[in-house]
């Protein structure tokens, strides 16, 4: 085919006619594990591949989750990574705050942990918190956490929330965007629906 395009721009080199034609590209090879990744590139990369989640470093899926969130109208803080008290990110919308806590793990999340979060939140002040995980959450955790006005979310549901937030960022918020929620269907996309 390079051969047909050297004919017809007169005896080109390769790079002439992938000028030419447009062909260029580069590719990037990113590492994951290092935490001063562009947001953009990580959100962007797990939209694609959430199933290697795991492999993003854990202190860059704290502040993932916390641009995620900003993209839904909240004020984000994220604290230290180290003595941050159990609160990983700080939510605030209007006069309420939610301490979040983030754990980017393969394991499922137990019942002391949310305990612990429990804990966190009443020393730091707060009255409603969030716990964000890659994986699943273990019976038990949710009683608790309904009690406490704790909301769980787990690996798929934070995947759907990324994949909106997504839509949100990338400048199509003028399409309601509860109607493209109507059109998942089980992880489907129905080609005719709109």
């Given at each position: 085919?390079?051969e047909n395009?050297?004919k ?7 790079a ?8 260029n ?7 994951y594990n ?9 959100r ?7 199933e290697?989640?795991?492999?993003v ?12 969130y900003?993209?839904f109208g909240?004020?984000t ?6 003595n941050?008290g159990?609160?990983d ?8 705050t939610?301490g979040?806590?983030?754990?980017r793990s393969k ?15 009443i020393?730091?002040g707060?009255?409603n918190?969030m716990?964000?995980?890659?994986s699943d959450f ?7 956490a309904?009690?406490f006005s704790?909301?769980?979310?787990n ?12 839509i949100i960022r ?12 109507n059109l998942?269907y ?9």
């Amino acid at each position: 085919m390079v051969e047909n395009f050297r004919k017809i721009l007169g005896g080109g080199s390769v790079a002439n006619v992938e000028c030419f034609f447009g062909l260029n590209g580069s590719l990037k090879n990113l590492d994951y594990n290092k935490s001063d990744l562009p947001l953009s590139e990580v959100r962007n990369y797990l939209v694609r591949n959430y199933e290697n989640r795991f492999d993003v470093n854990p202190r860059l899926f704290e502040k993932l989750v916390a641009d995620v969130y900003k993209d839904f109208g909240y004020d984000t803080i994220c604290s230290g990574y180290t003595n941050d008290g159990g609160i990983d990110v700080v939510l605030r919308n209007n006069n309420s705050t939610i301490g979040v806590q983030v754990k980017r793990s393969k394991n499922k999340i137990k019942l002391e942990q949310i305990r612990s979060l429990l804990g966190a939140l009443i020393i730091n002040g707060h009255k409603n918190g969030m716990f964000v995980c890659s994986s699943d959450f273990q019976k038990g955790t949710y009683a608790i956490a309904e009690r406490f006005s704790i909301e769980l979310i787990n690996g798929n549901r934070f995947y759907g929330q990324l994949k909106e937030a997504q839509i949100i960022r990338n400048k199509l918020s003028d399409i309601d965007v509860t109607a493209i929620r109507n059109l998942y269907y089980d992880d489907c996309y129905p080609m005719n629906s709109l």
